[in-house]
């Protein structure tokens, strides 16, 4: 556990509050965490896990996000604080929404920055060279050059989901153990890569979500994406520039050094490839060591963890929403 979000996936334990501290037991009834509240923001069960009155009550009174997952990192729901705050902001997002000129340059600055974080991450990997992998790179190059001209948000979206599919096909190359991937598929995931990348993905898809309802943002309305009901679209523009900084390379360092193995997997008929207990453990811990990584901030080349880069973006964000600053700058990672 790191301080502001902790993880629970332990199947059958129970979150219970003893006086000022959070105390997390196993079905044996062992201890498996004792934290104080005031070290928390967020608190990500998975799966049959059990909040007492009494804990999910001083949660949410101390302004704890409590966020409920299927045991695979699915999203089932959510329950957090209101920023009585924000209101004002809020209201000039929705105006901001109306304004087609607004929301393409933004999503033209979300495409770009995970276009360029995608080339660069496979160039970082491409050692040995591959032909296969220096394919997907120029590939991406083009992308990139293509998201200049683009005229509307649906031609964003489709230049956009060319060079993931390229992307992809870059990272096959990479992975230095065969675990059956091809490409990206996902609902369900056919292959145990896809999985990790799904869980993966929708772990980090939280953290942005309440980074965008911490600067007192409604994480449901977009740029990029569409706004749909019941989906953070806001949270799904600014995931992009750090889905591969963060998530893909943890799969493909536990895949590479061979600290995930096909035997941490199971395949349930519904769900497709779904990855044991001890394997989310794993991995939940190595995302967490991720998001600690330091990295240049875009606009004051100051060096922040991944996690604090994402609160900075929403900030930067927000500072748009309130004609604080003229263009978004994604973080970049070389």
């Known amino acids: 556990m790191e301080t502001g979000t ?11 509050r003893v006086g000022e501290r959070l105390v ?36 949410i ?25 924000a209101i004002k902001c809020r209201l000039s997002q929705y105006q901001k929404s109306l304004d087609d000129a607004f929301r393409l340059k933004i999503a033209r600055s979300i495409v770009k920055g995970k276009i360029l974080n ?12 591959s032909a296969d992998v220096s394919a997907s790179i120029w590939k991406l190059k ?8 683009a005229c509307s948000i649906d031609e964003l979206m489709g230049i956009e989901g060319i060079a993931a599919k390229d992307y992809f096909s870059g990272l096959k190359h990479v992975l230095k153990q065969d675990l059956g ?15 990790m990348l799904s869980f993966g993905y929708m772990l980090l898809l939280n953290y942005v979500t309440s ?24 949270a799904l523009d600014l995931i992009e520039e750090f889905r591969c900084s963060v998530v893909d390379t943890v799969v493909t360092r536990l895949v590479n050094l061979v600290r995930i193995q096909p035997r941490d997997f199971f395949y349930d008929s519904r769900k497709g490839i779904r990855m044991r207990e001890e394997a989310i453990g794993l991995f939940i811990s190595e995302i967490q060591a991720r998001l600690r990584a330091r990295f240049p901030d875009p606009v004051t080349k100051k060096q922040f963890s991944l996690k604090d880069l994402i609160v900075k973006q929403a900030y930067q964000y927000k500072s748009l929403i309130l004609n604080e600053k003229t263009d978004y700058q994604a973080v970049i990672i070389t």
């Open 6 to 16: 902790i993880y629970v996936n332990a199947q059958g334990s129970r979150l219970t």
């Open 24 to 59: 997390i037991r196993s079905k044996e009834n062992r201890i498996i965490e004792d934290v104080p509240f005031f070290r928390l923001v967020q608190v990500v069960v998975f799966g049959n896990v059990e909040l007492t009155g009494a804990a999910m009550g001083k949660l």
């Open 61 to 85: 009174k101390s302004g704890i996000d409590i966020i409920f997952l299927t045991i695979t990192g699915r999203f089932k729901y959510r329950l957090d604080n209101f920023n009585k705050s």
């Open 142 to 149: 083009s992308a990139l050059e293509m998201t200049e001209n």
């Open 118 to 129: 995608s080339k660069n991450w496979l160039v970082k990997r491409n050692r040995p060279a």
């Open 181 to 195: 991937f091809n490409e990206r598929n996902r609902r369900p995931p056919r292959d145990p890569v896809n999985a």
């Open 211 to 234: 980074a965008i309802e911490q600067v007192g943002l409604d994480p449901m309305l977009a740029n990029l994406h569409a706004v749909q009901d019941r989906r953070p679209s806001l």
